[in-house]
Nanobody
Framework: QVQLVESGGGLVQAGGSLRLSCVASGSILSIKDMSWYRQAPGNQRELVARITTVGSTNYAVSVKDRFTISRDNAKNTVYLQMNSLKSEDTAIYYC????????????WGQGTQVTVSS
């Protein structure tokens, strides 16, 4: 089995910054795409950012130039640096990884709350 554990969420004022982390552990042979999604109350879960094995990235238009996704393959970890936070960034943030593993391929973290006060 593979587990993803997120950390770094919290309460921050508008204009502030937070850094989210997500560490994968378990029966991992390698990890392909790593992504961050978010879901605000009453909304569908949406893709925030994705990073491929070779480091190519793509971002939601709403976060481009404010958020940066990165990964540390040696640590099975993905990060999301969030700057210039806005109230509309308030949501539960989930990490997702496509894992080469004997026990499956698509895994989600439990989510971490990010609240931006205006």
């Amino acid at each position: 089995q593979v587990q993803l554990v997120e950390s770094g969420g919290g309460l921050v004022q508008a204009g502030g910054s937070l850094r989210l982390s997500c560490v994968a552990s378990g029966s991992i042979l390698s990890i392909k795409d790593m992504s961050w999604y978010r879901q605000a109350p009453g909304n569908q879960r949406e893709l925030v950012a994705r990073i491929t094995t070779v480091g190519s990235t793509n971002y939601a238009v709403s976060v481009k130039d404010r958020f940066t996704i990165s990964r540390d393959n040696a640590k099975n970890t993905v990060y999301l640096q969030m700057n210039s936070l806005k109230s509309e960034d308030t949501a539960i943030y989930y990490c997702n990884m496509v894992v080469v593993s004997p026990t499956g391929s698509n895994y989600w973290g439990q989510g971490t709350q990010v609240t931006v006060s205006s």
